[in-house]
């Protein structure tokens, strides 16, 4: 079964510095698809970024970026400049692509939350 | 919709109670999922619509807990016979049925039981 851990239950970050969220997970399948959401207080999980596993390029949405080492089975979230508004708990997420065991399911992580200080 | 809506927002109901939850995904989305959260922890998962396919149903964690999706649209959670460990969000998404997209949730129901 696929399991995806994030070690970090809590992180915390100055305003305008730069954070990164770390990610691990476990898979034996080749094809697939990992996700980083946002959870702010609204409870309204927002997608902040995903990276297909096939491509060795990494991920980038304006602030937020990833770093993919398929090898090892990590996906690191880095957001930088970070604001205020960024302050919210932070998912990572793995999907299986077609023909995998468990295609269509999300399976996520523990949660890391995110305080910014002014 | 415009996006994937949840009612009620929130619910409060006594032990031993049933309730229903409602999801009313995004318009064209084939896939739908039912998660749970309880306070600071992760999404637990419950049920999944595919299509016409059987529900994957694997999640749920008893027999109070049931989930139908009529028309390929709305989905209805219920949870018979509430406990108190039953205290939680539960969240909805959809999703279309092929493709690299994530989900898109809905606000959830905070369903608190006393």
């Known amino acids: 079964a696929q399991t995806v851990t994030q070690s970090q239950p809590e992180m915390s970050v100055q305003e305008a510095e730069t954070v990164t969220l770390s990610c691990t997970y476990d898979?034996?399948?080749?094809?697939?698809?990992l996700f980083w959401y946002k959870q702010p207080p609204s409870r309204q999980m927002i997608l902040v970024i995903r990276q297909e596993a096939y491509k060795q390029q990494n991920a980038t949405e304006n602030r937020f970026s990833v770093n993919f080492q398929k090898a090892a089975k990590s996906f690191s979230l880095k957001i930088s400049d970070s604001q205020l508004g960024d302050a919210a708990m932070y998912f990572c997420a793995y999907r299986a692509n077609a023909g995998g065991t468990s295609y269509g399911k999300l399976t996520f992580g523990q949660g890391t939350i995110l305080t910014v200080h002014p | 919709g415009a996006g994937v809506s949840q009612s009620p927002s929130n619910k409060v109901t006594e032990k031993g109670k049933d309730v229903e939850l409602r999801c009313d995904p995004i318009?064209?989305?084939?896939?739908l999922y039912w998660y749970r959260q309880s306070l600071g922890q992760g999404l637990e998962f419950l049920i999944y619509?595919?299509?016409?396919?059987?529900?994957?149903k694997s999640g749920l964690p008893s027999d109070r807990f049931s989930a139908e999706r009529t028309g390929g649209s709305v989905s209805t959670l219920t949870i018979q016979r509430t406990q108190q460990e039953d205290s939680a969000v539960y969240l909805c998404?959809?999703?279309?049925?092929?493709?690299?997209?994530?989900?898109?949730f809905g606000s959830g129901t905070r369903l608190t039981v006393v």
């Open positions: 898979t034996s399948e080749s094809d697939y698809y």
């Open positions: 318009s064209g989305h084939t896939a």
């Open positions: 998404a959809s999703s279309p049925l092929q493709g690299n997209y994530g989900y898109t």
């Open positions: 619509f595919q299509g016409n396919s059987a529900p994957d």
